[in-house]
């Protein structure tokens, strides 16, 4: 990576991601025509699947390998999901968890059980570094009731700051079972580092008091793993909207921009640095991309992708548009309940080999998903809000030189 590129990467985390180009697409080429397998059409909206939730059987565990226990960390106190503007189906929010390790441990696994099944509709889970404790209590403390308000991320400043090493941990989704990482492989987690469990409640089945938990498998800190990173490629999104959709004040582009600014500060700078960083132009789009340029041997173990409500697709690919190019993700329908990391046989990278994540987002999405109900069209760029996008590409990496 050139050191342009490189401090461009440091700028751009530092600023933006608060969360872990390819041409023009039309939204008429997309059109739903065709029989249900024909058409790709979204998974089931969250109304479908909530009533299906208390139903699901609980995920099944897996054997302990030799040395491997579990911590159970459950919320401090029962907390009551509630639409955060008064109106909506869907709650995010962030709890704090304490470990309390007074040594480093590798965490080797995970699972969520959930306490009230019939509005807990999945889980990501986040590691809070010491040095970020001081203020996620003090985002704890800000708001009423237990934890605090989140979508993309944690809200924490610098979440995901660096590109190279992010603070995703895990993702669940009910029914899923218990997961565990490869043997002779872990997750770095310092003495005083707390976790961050994003619960997405459910409200479509009335909004009922819960009390969640996570299990953590972990080993001792000085067994000889190989430590696991979690290596961000992100993308800037520059969603236009529709033709017939088009009257609204906010699909003027300019608008857009302000009114992410106004709810996210600096961080609403973030498509524009992101834009620098790719090397890429504004232009409406539905489809966005970028590379990245690998400055360390690595060697990828598993893949995953994360975008908002409105992502259709999304591809990571290794040195594409070379004779070495190989797809290592592809999600055809995004389904933003799962964002599970995906194992895939390993793939060694060495310095200057590329890596794209290309995303496609479509505006039509709001007329089939309830957290869109009485939400006029906007133009869509990077940000944090439920009803704004990101397309973000996630490797978990092991470094040769570590």
Known sequence: MTR????????VAAAVLVLPLAGCVQEDSDRRT?????????PDPPEVEAGQLAAI???????????????????????????????????????????????????????????????????ILFRVPPDKVAEAEQKDAAEDGEGWTCFGGTGLSGDFTNTDDASWLAAWAPGGDETKVRDGYGVRLEAGSRVVMQVHYNLL???????????????????????????????????????????????????????????????????????????????PSNTTSCTRTIGRPMTILGVAGHMHLLGRSITIEVNPDTPDARTVLDIPVWDFDNQGTKPIDPVHLDPFDTVRVTCRHVQWLRDVLPAFEGIPDKYVIWAEG?????????????????
């Open 386 to 402: 439920t009803t704004d996008e990101m397309c973000l590409g996630m490797l978990q990496v092991a470094y040769d030189d570590e």
């Open 57 to 123: 059987k609980p995920g099944k565990h897996l054997p302990l390998r030799s040395g491997e226990k579990r911590m159970t960390l459950t919320m401090p106190a029962p907390y009551t999901p509630s639409a955060p503007n008064g109106t909506g189906t869907d709650d995010y929010r962030c709890f704090l968890l304490d470990p309390s390790l007074d040594k480093d441990v590798w965490l080797t696994g995970s699972n969520v059980l959930p306490g009230n099944p019939s509005v807990v509709h999945h889980v």
């Open 4 to 11: 342009r590129l490189r401090g461009l990467a440091t700028v």
């Open 205 to 283: 089945k009335g909004a009922a008091p819960d009390v969640s938990s996570t299990e953590l498998r972990w080993m001792g800190g000085d067994r000889d793993l190989t430590a696991l990173h979690t290596y961000l490629m992100p993308a800037p999104v520059e969603m236009p909207c529709r033709p017939d959709h088009a009257d609204g004040p906010l699909c003027d582009r300019d608008a857009a921009v302000a009114d992410v600014m106004s709810r996210f500060g600096s961080a609403g700078n973030t498509n524009s640095l992101l834009h620098l960083l790719c090397g890429t132009e504004v232009k």
């Open 34 to 42: 065709g029989s249900p397998t024909q058409l790709l059409d979204p």
